[in-house]
């Protein structure tokens, strides 16, 4: 009698949660890596922006760039400035990103670019979001905690400019995106971007693509109820 061919186990759906903020760089670049796995998996996993803030003391109108790079690296910013921002130049094109940071005139507090995203997630936009808002501040130098431009973006992607210039001028959500920033420090996650796929594994920095796969394709064999 012959046997019966086993079938073969269906992958599990995957759930990304990618904890990053809108002024670092490093976010975009592994969000990007990111993206270079999960768009060769299928199912696709599901991604959900997590608010992070790399600096939460940042006054909410802003502040000069040059003087807070001053205030944090020095007058003369080190080697290990030099270095970073070198290796992300040259890596940036290849992840079609093209930094420009000499553009940048405002580091803004990102409090608002947060309550933005929650906003564009709630209505399936989420991607073309954080695009828009890496784009504008890390290639164009624009002040995403500038309300006009965080009201273009959200007409750019397709939400109501009107409704959304309302509840950025009012508090909806800021108490969430606070509670949400602390409970992924409370997680231990101390820096950006970290990924953590169906609540199980992370992938922290901006790992190559070839590290999201592996984990993209464990996480998809591992039942999180178990």
Not at 188 to 206: D, E, L, M, R
Request: proline share 6%.
């Amino acid at each position: 009698m012959a046997k019966r061919k086993s079938k073969k186990a269906q992958p599990l759906p995957v759930e990304v949660d990618i904890v990053s903020d809108f002024v670092c760089p490093w976010c975009w670049l592994g969000f990007k890596y990111y993206l270079q796995a999960a768009g060769k998996t299928k199912p696709r996993p599901k991604l959900t922006f997590r608010p992070y803030m790399l600096d939460p003391n940042v006054p909410e109108g802003g502040a000069d760039y040059k003087d807070y790079m001053k205030a944090k690296f020095g007058d003369k910013p080190g080697s290990q400035w030099k270095a970073m921002r070198e290796h992300l130049e040259t890596a940036g094109p290849a992840a079609g990103i093209s930094f420009d940071f000499n553009a940048v005139k405002r580091r803004p507090n990102t409090m608002d670019a947060h309550r933005l995203m929650k906003w564009a997630q709630g209505q399936d936009l989420g991607f073309d979001c954080a695009e828009k808002l890496f784009t504008a501040y890390m290639e164009q130098g624009e002040d995403i905690g500038d309300h006009d431009i965080l009201v273009r973006i959200a007409g750019d992607i397709g939400m109501d400019e009107e409704i959304t210039r309302d509840l950025l001028e009012g508090d909806k959500d800021k108490v969430e995106i606070q509670n949400e920033v602390l409970f992924f420090r409370g997680l231990g996650v101390s820096g950006v971007p970290t990924f953590i796929y169906n609540g199980q594994y992370a992938v922290q920095g901006a790992q190559p693509s070839d590290q999201h796969r592996n984990v993209i394709a464990e996480a998809a064999q591992s039942d999180p109820n178990n």
